[in-house]
Structure formats: C-alpha cells, structure tokens
C-alpha cells in the first residue's frame, strides 16, 4: 500500500496535519515515537497562551486569524471545549521590543485594544504588580488552547476520517527511491507519495540541513505552576495572559505566564530559561533548585500575590531558529518532503494552521494560499546571528 502522505511526528504540529490531509480523503499515516501526548517533546503542561497582538510580527496576524478559526472547528468536531479566552497582556518598557510589536500588529491590522499604565492594568487585574516603568497593551482576543487536549482532539477526529496513527513506532530513516518515499521505522517499511517532517525538538535529527542552517535547535526549557496567596486574583476571568520583557540587572528578560487551570497553580515561564541548548534524547528532564530560583524571581517581582507554594514543574523544549520564525518548506532537494520546525518557543497557538498549510503543500506541491515568505528555509540570515 502506498499512503498519500506520511507524517514523521504526532504532537502539536503533526497531529494538526494528519487531520487536515485525512478531512481532505487523502490515505494518510502518522508515525509518533512515543506516546499520543507524551511529556518529552514541547505541547505538554496542559496549556499554550494565544494572542492576536502579535508582538513578533504583524505578518503572523492573518495565520492566528485562521488559526482561532480551525481552533473552533476542532472544538465543533471533537465536541470539547480547547480555547479559553482571558484577553492578553503585551508588556514591557514603552520603546521595546514586545510593546511596540504588538502596537504595531494592532495599527497594521485595527485590532482592538487598550494601553495601560501599570498602576491601571493592576486596578483593572489585581494580580499584576509591574514596576511603573513598564507599559502594557491589553488585547482582548488573547487566550489559552488546551494544547495536550487538542492533540488528543485532532488525532481522534483524524482516525473517524480515516486516519492511520501508530503510536510507539520511531523513524529510523527515510529516502526517496523513483519518485516515492521509503520510511523506515523501528517495525516496518512504509512507503508514501509525500512525507511531512513535524518532529519538533528531533526535526535537525530527521532532516540534517536544518542543524547546519541552525533552523531547529532544541533548548531547554522550565515550566512552574505556583499556589497563590489570593488565588481569586489568577482565575479564569479575572487574570489575563501575559508575554512581558524587563530589563533585569541590565539583561532584558521575557517572561509568559496564564490564569489557573488544570493545575491548581498560576503557570510561569521563562523564554530562553537558562539558555540550555540540549539533545532531545538526553536532555536532564529533571527540574532542580536553579529552575525555581529563576521562576520564582519573576513571580516575586510582578506578581507577589502568586509567591505561595510550588504545586508543580516540568522540562519542556524549544526548538529554535536562529531568527526566531518558524520554518514550512519544502526539502530543497526532495520536494515530495516538507518540513514543519523552528516554532521557537511560541508555535502551538499557530498548529491549527499549521497542519492546513501543510496538507496544502501535500496536495499543491508546496504551494499554499497563505503568505508563508517568512518562514521559507532558504531566508538568509542577517547581522542578527
Ligand atoms: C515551556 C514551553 C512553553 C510554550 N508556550 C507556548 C505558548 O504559550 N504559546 C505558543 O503558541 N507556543 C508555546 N510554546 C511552543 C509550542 O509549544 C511549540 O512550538 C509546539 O508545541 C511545537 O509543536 P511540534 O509539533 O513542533 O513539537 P512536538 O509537539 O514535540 O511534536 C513533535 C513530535 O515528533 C515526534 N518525533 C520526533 N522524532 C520522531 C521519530 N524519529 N519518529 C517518530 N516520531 C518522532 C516526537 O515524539 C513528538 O511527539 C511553548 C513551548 C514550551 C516548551
């Protein structure tokens, strides 16, 4: 048999594409090294922020419109609520780089939206403690996706649709031979008319030149959820996601955090935690004294109302890319493989559209309706590296 398409990686990104080639009737199969939603990779601990306000660039702002719209389609199939709207909140100092990125997404694409002062945004959401020199834009689109949920959602509206997914079964190799490709897995021989790459942290791992054009680096990263000593100031409703930058000891750093949900705990993050660049396979998964250290600053520091007990941590991963955009594209040498990387840190929010974008590639060799001109491989890098 030979499937239409192949998809290396079911997690955020692959389990999105394997639904979105199966609902187009294509014979597709799903090849997941581990568990479906497993704590190795990067989609787990329960929860991804999404935001309108697009501080990264204006041009992600028609994809995230897409995206919340296949968001909703997946909750109408899987009948299961995934995406929580709290509003989001951009902050940082007046002239950096988060402010001003998600005004301009705002201008550039009249979104609704608010500027606040610290001292407003703390009477407005109690749980918000920021020093006056920060400035925030509070967006009221922002939310959450139920990021292991939506895994479970997509492959199992991608099996009603006829969908292959082998769970436990770890790509070895693959290859192209006349025309076809040859995947070869720890149990079989599988061959596909296109293979689609969505192995997150592992892609350089699958796809060599990714590694060389440092386009999928994967780092270390810490979650922690805490206790809060006014728990109704971080509930749904009544605390906004955040993404936040400050300038600390003369290091700007950037932080991300959401209301309590699942976990009884405010959730915390740290971009680029302790700069860990990692192997996948061999990455300490344990959190220790230093993660917290880093974590529970932050928390002391904006939002003291949330310095109560640790109720959990856990290791995730990035997989960066050295302009922080994603990577979709074709294999510069094989155009039946394609390649979904590079999500640096802030690709969940986007998998709906992702999986759309690469069931396009699939069926349209490559093409896609969507403008993807910044995330082609081949951009060249800048002064920036
Ligand atoms: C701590 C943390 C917080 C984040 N917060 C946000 C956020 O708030 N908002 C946001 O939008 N994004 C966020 N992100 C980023 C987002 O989670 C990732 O961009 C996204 O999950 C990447 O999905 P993926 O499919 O590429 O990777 P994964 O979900 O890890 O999927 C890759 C899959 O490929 C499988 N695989 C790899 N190699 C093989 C092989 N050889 N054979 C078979 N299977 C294989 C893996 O096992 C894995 O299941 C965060 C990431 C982290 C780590």
Redesign the pocket.
């Known amino acids: 048999m030979i499937y239409d398409a192949i998809v ?7 389990s999105s594409t394997v639904y979105h080639l199966a609902r187009r009737g294509l014979r597709v199969l799903g ?4 568990n479906i939603g ?1 704590s ?4 787990h ?1 329960i929860n ?3 935001r309108l306000a697009y501080a990264e660039d204006p041009r992600y702002v028609p994809l995230l419109r897409r995206s919340y719209e296949l968001w909703r389609e997946l909750e109408f199939a899987a009948g299961e609520r995934l995406l929580f709207i709290t509003g989001s909140v951009d902050a940082g100092p007046p002239n950096g780089a988060i402010v001003q990125g998600s005004l301009a997404s705002c201008k550039e694409h009249n979104l609704p939206h608010e500027v606040l002062n610290s001292t407003e945004l703390h009477r407005r959401f109690p749980g918000y403690c920021y020093p006056k020199e920060l400035m925030a834009v509070f967006q009221q689109d922002g939310g ?1 996706v139920l ?1 292991e949920r939506a ?1 479970f959602a997509y492959v199992a509206v991608a099996q009603s649709l006829g969908a292959a997914i082998h769970a436990r ?4 190799s693959w290859d192209v031979k006349r025309g076809s490709v040859i995947v070869q ?1 720890d149990r079989e021989t599988y061959r596909g008319k296109r293979l689609v790459v ?5 892609a350089s ?2 796809v060599r030149r990714l590694e060389n054009a440092r386009l999928a680096t994967p780092e270390r ?3 922690i959820w805490t206790q809060p000593h006014h728990p109704e100031r971080f509930q749904l409703g009544k605390f906004p996601v955040f993404n936040m930058e400050a300038v600390e000891s003369g290091r700007l750093n950037r932080y ?1 955090g959401l209301p309590i949900f699942g976990v009884p705990g405010f959730k915390l ?1 740290k971009y680029h935690h302790r700069k860990q660049k990692v192997d996948p396979d061999r990455m300490n998964r344990e959190c220790d004294a230093t993660d917290e250290a880093v974590l529970r600053r932050a928390i002391r520091n904006y939002f003291p109302d949330a310095d109560g007990p640790t109720m959990a941590m856990t290791t ?4 960066n890319s050295w302009d922080e955009h994603f990577v979709l594209d074709t294999h510069p040498e094989y155009p039946q493989v394609s390649v ?2 590079g ?9 709906s559209v992702v999986g759309e974008i690469m069931a396009d590639f699939v069926e349209h060799g490559g093409c896609t309706r969507f403008d993807i001109s910044l995330f082609r491989s081949t951009r060249l890098p800048t002064e920036k590296q």
Do not use: D, N
Request: hydrophobic share 45%; aromatic share 16%.
């Open positions: 290396l990686g079911v997690g955020g990104m692959g090849l997941e090294q581990f497993h190795f990779g990067s989609s601990g991804r922020i999404i959450f990021s895994i079964e770890r790509v070895r897995t969505c192995a997150g942290p592992w791992k699958i990263q810490v979650l991300y993050g995730c991963l990035f997989t979904a990387a999500f640096s840190g802030h690709g969940f929010k986007f998998a």
